[in-house]
T-cell receptor, first 109, second 113 residues
Framework: DAKTTQPPSMDCAEGRAANLPCNHS???????VYWYRQIHSQGPQYIIH???NNETNEMASLIITEDRKSSTLILPHATLRDTAVYYC??????????FGGGTRVLVKP | ETGVTQTPRHLVMGMTNKKSLKCEQH?????MYWYKQSAKKPLELMFV???????ENNSVPSRFSPECPNSSHLFLHLHTLQPEDSALYLC????????????FGPGTRLTVL
């Protein structure tokens, strides 16, 4: 599966949109982009995934560039409870879910 | 609530003890997983079960022994652990091993003295 690169940390203001970048320049055509998050001392939580098209659900939006070499997870209105480590994972269907270091997001009042 | 529960949530044990971690999923899934998360390290996949059959064992020491009696329950039996085995142990489930959305339990925080 392709390697991903995320900033180690970022701060966001409560109530504002949080834009989390992820680079995956070696992504293959059959690999999906997944986002999970892990709130302190809890298990990871699935957020969203996509292949080519942008996706939106009740938690977030996923914007994938046309060349698929990078993506952005958007939390539209960040709350203090969105403080967590966010993991961007690229993988083909059926392959293992491999977690990297992620981005530590701190939402500040 | 993800539909995956783990007990106990916290466990302290000595190196000579035998204990078991339990995971139960209420989602009707056919695949279950054990992960280990040590301090300041990424999650590591330990075991994968599909329809109660172990399909993956990622070079985990034999002092960790998984058991999957049915598709809803997964155990991790622990014996003669080392202090470096102290970690958060996470259970997850998915519809099947090819379905990639996994649902995680809250984890068991294990401390080995």
């Amino acid at each position: 599966d392709a390697k991903t690169t995320q900033p180690p940390s970022m701060d966001c203001a409560e109530g504002r949109a949080a834009n989390l970048p992820c680079n995956h320049s070696t992504i293959s055509g059959n690999e999906y982009v997944y986002w999970y998050r892990q709130i302190h001392s809890q298990g990871p939580q699935y957020i969203i995934h996509g292949l080519k098209n942008n996706e939106t659900n009740e938690m977030a939006s996923l914007i994938i560039t046309e060349d698929r070499k990078s993506s952005t997870l958007i939390l539209p209105h960040a709350t203090l409870r969105d403080t967590a480590v966010y993991y961007c994972i690229v993988k083909a269907a059926g392959n293992k879910l491999t977690f990297g270091g992620g981005t530590r997001v701190l939402v500040k009042p | 609530e993800t539909g995956v529960t783990q007990t106990p949530r916290h466990l302290v044990m000595g190196m000579t003890n035998k204990k078991s971690l339990k995971c139960e999923q209420h989602l009707g899934h056919n695949a279950m997983y054990w992960y280990k998360q040590s301090a300041k390290k990424p999650l590591e996949l330990m075991f994968v079960y599909s329809l109660e059959e172990r399909v993956e064992n990622n070079s985990v020491p034999s002092r960790f022994s998984p058991e999957c009696p049915n598709s809803s329950h997964l155990f991790l039996h622990l014996h003669t652990l080392q202090p470096e085995d102290s970690a958060l142990y996470l259970c997850a489930s998915s519809q099947d091993i090819r379905t990639d959305t996994q649902y995680f339990g809250p984890g068991t925080r294990l401390t080995v003295l």
